[in-house]
């Protein structure tokens, strides 16, 4: 009982807070006026009028700002918590395979060579992700096909290390002016390009996702028990690893690709939803997605109403994660790790 008052608690938190952030900004416009365009794009309705500004920035820059937002959000809470129970490890989060490393690479590279394509932009970051995991994939792979989670994780560290290196030689020939810019701004995460455009492919991809993972995530609790005994309990380890691992490269390969890397979040919310409810993971899971979303949108609402001049969303995930992960770790000795 107590679970299913906390999901509607924290789904009818987040459904308020999104209703905030559309008139939350450096242009304020009413609740009544946010209520009066929602209702008419819902279902369909002449739109009010309200002028072309107001309803312009609520419904083509806001809404679909707002949604992407809270998929990346719930995408990098859920995949968090399944990284850290995978790899039966509580300080790692969702970029441990290299993929945020790989897709900066990516982003690097087509801001330097095609500086004018946002399409290029996002197909090389997808891709630069992509090519990072399964480098980390054949670093970690053994004679015998088994890949160990400690070799997975040093087949990350090396891969992020050379993609780092890599990025770096780029960000030293880039152009100061324009391009320099827009390599640093990209890998501190965004969601100022947000449009119903680039948010409906992502929408299309990380929601299915989503819906697994929810689904599955009772096979976590047998799975971070170790691989010896999950395999007594009768399943197959290294396919249900493979299967969440997969899972994680597709959503936040694509969440990466559209804003940016944005940290601290899949670090720190699945220990906040493992306090409140427990270790285990078919409610663990779903709620870091649940306090995954509100994180990144209270974190975006911040960005974009604090100056004029739009802030990096990451740098407010890191100066809100930071603290929070610090709380968790002095908290209680083993408390909230198990």
């Known amino acids: 009982m107590k679970k299913t008052w906390v999901f509607i608690l924290f789904t009818a938190a987040l459904f308020i807070l999104a209703y905030i952030s559309l008139h939350v900004g450096n242009y304020e416009v009413s609740p009544a006026i946010v209520f009066k365009l929602l209702i008419a794009k819902i279902f369909n309705r002449p739109m009010p009028e309200t002028g072309d500004y107001a309803r312009i920035i609520v419904l083509e820059m806001r809404l679909p700002r707002i949604l992407l937002a809270i998929a990346a959000g719930a995408v990098l809470g859920m995949t968090g918590a399944v990284s ?4 039966r490890n509580p300080l790692v989060s969702p970029f441990i395979l290299g993929i945020s490393s790989g897709a900066s690479l990516g982003a690097a590279i087509a801001i330097v060579f095609f500086s004018s394509s946002m399409l290029a932009l996002d197909a090389f970051a997808a891709l630069g992700g992509l090519l990072a995991v399964l480098a980390s994939f054949f670093i970690a792979r053994k004679p015998d096909g088994t890949m160990p989670r400690l070799s997975l994780v040093l087949g990350g560290v090396i891969v992020s290390s050379f993609a780092s290196s890599l990025v770096g030689i780029l960000k030293y020939v880039a152009d100061s002016e324009t391009q320099l810019p827009a390599i640093t701004f990209w890998m501190m995460g965004g ?3 947000a449009d119903w455009e680039t ?3 992502v929408l299309f991809i990380t929601l299915p ?3 697994l993972i929810a689904v599955f ?6 799975l971070s028990l170790g691989d010896k005994e999950a395999a007594f309990l009768g399943m197959s380890p290294e396919k249900w690893k493979m299967f969440f691992i997969f899972l994680v490269v597709v959503s936040v390969g694509a969440c990466v690709a559209r804003c940016g890397v944005i940290g601290w979040i899949g670090l720190v919310v699945p220990h ?3 306090a409140i409810l427990g270790a285990e993971h078919s409610s663990s ?3 870091s997605g649940l306090l995954g979303a509100g994180f990144l949108l209270i974190s975006d609402n911040i960005a974009r109403s604090i100056t004029t001049a739009e802030l990096p969303v990451g740098i407010i995930t890191a100066l809100i994660g930071t603290p929070c992960f ?4 002095k908290k209680r000795e083993g408390g909230v790790w198990k």
């Not at 995530?217 to 047998?222: C, E, F, G, K, Y």
């Not at 610090?326 to 770790?329: A, D, N, P, Q, S």
């Open 209 to 211: 996702i989503v819906i």
């Open 285 to 287: 899971v779903p709620l």
């Open 217 to 222: 995530a009772r096979h976590l609790n047998i």
């Open 84 to 87: 850290q129970s995978v790899f």
């Open 199 to 201: 948010v409906k492919p």
């Open 191 to 193: 969601l100022e390009s």
């Open 326 to 329: 610090i709380y968790f770790l």
């Open 272 to 274: 906040m939803a493992r």
